[in-house]
């Protein structure tokens, strides 16, 4: 019976390829990103505590229900941002 051509090659040895180099965000990424969420958490309470207390507060007042929405935008911008942190 012949021999399968399979078992007579064998696999020539290649070396590992060389560990990549890590990469590094930048320094400002990590205190951007805590930022705009604090910000953004921030931004909502105050509305609506300012809200329930009717307290009136010349921006907040005047932008009404979109300040949840500035609020979101802060919260959104620093999600976007941790994907970018290494």
Same mark, same amino acid.
């Given at each position: 019976?012949?021999?399968?051509?399979?078992?007579?090659?064998?696999?020539?040895?290649?070396?590992?390829?060389?560990?990549?180099? !890590?990469?590094?965000?930048?320094? =400002?990424?990590?205190?951007? *990103?805590v930022a705009a969420w604090i910000i953004?958490? %921030? =931004?909502?309470?105050?509305?609506?505590?300012?809200? !329930?207390?009717? !307290?009136?507060?010349? %921006? *907040?007042t005047d932008l009404g229900n979109w300040? %949840?929405?500035?609020?979101?935008?802060?919260?959104?911008?620093?999600v976007v941002l941790s994907t970018r =942190?290494?």
């Amino acid at each position: 019976m012949p021999k399968s051509k399979s078992r007579n090659k064998k696999a020539v040895y290649t070396p590992p390829k060389k560990a990549q180099e !890590v990469k590094l965000s930048p320094r =400002w990424l990590a205190p951007t *990103m805590v930022a705009a969420w604090i910000i953004g958490i %921030l =931004w909502i309470a105050v509305f609506y505590v300012t809200n !329930v207390a009717s !307290v009136r507060v010349p %921006l *907040m007042t005047d932008l009404g229900n979109w300040n %949840l929405g500035i609020g979101f935008a802060f919260i959104i911008f620093g999600v976007v941002l941790s994907t970018r =942190w290494r």
